[in-house]
Nanobody
Framework: QVQPVESGGGLVQAGGSLRLSCAAS????????MGWFRQAPGKEREFVAA????????KYADSVKGRFTISRDNAKNTVHLQMNRLKPEDTAVYYC?????????????????WGQGTQVTVSS
Protein backbone atom coordinates (compact mmCIF):
# COMPACT_ATOMS: atom_id res chain seq x y z
CA GLN A 1 0.00 0.00 0.00
CA VAL A 2 0.98 3.67 -0.29
CA GLN A 3 0.42 6.69 1.91
CA PRO A 4 0.25 9.99 -0.01
CA VAL A 5 1.37 13.25 1.62
CA GLU A 6 0.68 16.53 -0.18
CA SER A 7 2.67 19.76 -0.06
CA GLY A 8 3.03 23.00 -1.98
CA GLY A 9 -0.31 24.67 -1.38
CA GLY A 10 -0.62 28.34 -0.54
CA LEU A 11 -2.04 31.72 -1.46
CA VAL A 12 -1.56 33.06 -5.00
CA GLN A 13 -3.08 35.83 -7.08
CA ALA A 14 -5.27 35.06 -10.05
CA GLY A 15 -3.15 34.34 -13.10
CA GLY A 16 -0.33 32.97 -11.00
CA SER A 17 1.11 29.48 -10.67
CA LEU A 18 1.61 26.85 -7.99
CA ARG A 19 3.19 23.43 -8.03
CA LEU A 20 1.74 20.79 -5.76
CA SER A 21 3.76 17.74 -4.79
CA CYS A 22 2.72 14.40 -3.41
CA ALA A 23 5.22 12.08 -1.78
CA ALA A 24 4.00 8.53 -1.38
CA SER A 25 5.61 6.03 0.94
CA UNK A 26 5.67 2.36 0.03
CA UNK A 27 7.75 0.19 -2.25
CA UNK A 28 4.83 -0.40 -4.61
CA UNK A 29 4.29 3.24 -5.63
CA UNK A 30 5.03 2.45 -9.27
CA UNK A 31 2.10 -0.01 -9.34
CA UNK A 32 -0.47 2.70 -8.62
CA UNK A 33 -2.10 5.27 -10.80
CA MET A 34 -2.12 8.62 -9.01
CA GLY A 35 -4.75 11.30 -9.03
CA TRP A 36 -5.47 14.79 -7.76
CA PHE A 37 -8.88 15.80 -6.51
CA ARG A 38 -10.13 19.01 -4.93
CA GLN A 39 -12.91 20.12 -2.63
CA ALA A 40 -14.12 23.68 -2.34
CA PRO A 41 -16.15 24.86 0.67
CA GLY A 42 -19.71 23.60 0.47
CA LYS A 43 -19.02 21.50 -2.61
CA GLU A 44 -18.36 17.86 -3.28
CA ARG A 45 -14.86 16.54 -3.89
CA GLU A 46 -14.14 16.51 -7.62
CA PHE A 47 -11.61 15.00 -9.99
CA VAL A 48 -8.80 17.23 -11.25
CA ALA A 49 -6.15 15.09 -12.95
CA ALA A 50 -4.69 11.59 -12.99
CA UNK A 51 -1.64 9.79 -14.33
CA UNK A 52 -1.16 6.09 -15.03
CA UNK A 53 1.32 3.98 -13.08
CA UNK A 54 3.98 4.30 -15.75
CA UNK A 55 3.25 7.94 -16.49
CA UNK A 56 2.28 7.39 -20.10
CA UNK A 57 -1.41 8.20 -19.80
CA UNK A 58 -3.01 11.26 -18.23
CA LYS A 59 -6.55 12.55 -17.77
CA TYR A 60 -7.81 16.00 -16.85
CA ALA A 61 -11.05 17.61 -15.83
CA ASP A 62 -12.34 19.96 -18.52
CA SER A 63 -12.09 22.87 -16.09
CA VAL A 64 -8.30 22.54 -15.78
CA LYS A 65 -7.34 21.20 -19.20
CA GLY A 66 -4.63 23.35 -20.77
CA ARG A 67 -3.76 25.00 -17.44
CA PHE A 68 -2.75 22.10 -15.17
CA THR A 69 -0.17 19.37 -15.83
CA ILE A 70 0.23 16.17 -13.84
CA SER A 71 3.52 14.27 -13.82
CA ARG A 72 5.23 11.60 -11.77
CA ASP A 73 8.72 10.43 -10.89
CA ASN A 74 8.66 6.76 -9.93
CA ALA A 75 12.31 6.83 -8.88
CA LYS A 76 11.41 9.39 -6.21
CA ASN A 77 7.90 8.15 -5.40
CA THR A 78 6.45 11.56 -6.18
CA VAL A 79 3.69 13.03 -8.29
CA HIS A 80 3.31 16.71 -9.13
CA LEU A 81 0.53 18.99 -10.24
CA GLN A 82 1.72 22.12 -12.03
CA MET A 83 -1.06 24.69 -11.93
CA ASN A 84 -0.82 27.72 -14.22
CA ARG A 85 -3.17 30.61 -14.95
CA LEU A 86 -4.96 30.00 -11.68
CA LYS A 87 -8.46 31.33 -11.16
CA PRO A 88 -10.37 32.14 -7.97
CA GLU A 89 -12.62 29.15 -8.70
CA ASP A 90 -9.57 26.89 -8.33
CA THR A 91 -9.60 27.66 -4.60
CA ALA A 92 -10.00 24.38 -2.73
CA VAL A 93 -8.29 21.75 -0.65
CA TYR A 94 -6.34 19.55 -3.05
CA TYR A 95 -5.98 15.84 -2.34
CA CYS A 96 -3.56 13.29 -3.74
CA UNK A 97 -4.80 9.72 -4.08
CA UNK A 98 -3.59 6.32 -5.26
CA UNK A 99 -5.51 3.85 -7.38
CA UNK A 100 -4.99 0.27 -8.51
CA UNK A 101 -7.63 0.59 -11.21
CA UNK A 102 -6.67 -0.03 -14.82
CA UNK A 103 -7.22 1.99 -16.92
CA UNK A 104 -6.94 5.30 -15.06
CA UNK A 105 -10.23 6.29 -13.47
CA UNK A 106 -11.67 9.66 -12.52
CA UNK A 107 -14.12 8.64 -9.81
CA UNK A 108 -13.51 8.98 -6.08
CA UNK A 109 -14.36 5.36 -5.34
CA UNK A 110 -11.66 4.25 -7.76
CA UNK A 111 -8.96 5.44 -5.35
CA UNK A 112 -7.94 3.43 -2.31
CA UNK A 113 -5.46 5.67 -0.52
CA TRP A 114 -5.79 9.39 0.20
CA GLY A 115 -3.65 12.14 1.61
CA GLN A 116 -4.78 14.77 4.12
CA GLY A 117 -4.93 17.57 1.57
CA THR A 118 -3.25 20.93 1.01
CA GLN A 119 -5.04 24.27 0.78
CA VAL A 120 -4.85 26.33 -2.40
CA THR A 121 -6.31 29.83 -2.29
CA VAL A 122 -6.47 32.02 -5.38
CA SER A 123 -7.25 35.68 -4.76
CA SER A 124 -8.92 37.88 -7.35
Amino acid sequence: QVQPVESGGGLVQAGGSLRLSCAASGRTFREYAMGWFRQAPGKEREFVAAVSSGGGSTKYADSVKGRFTISRDNAKNTVHLQMNRLKPEDTAVYYCAASQSIPVVTTLNGYEYWGQGTQVTVSS
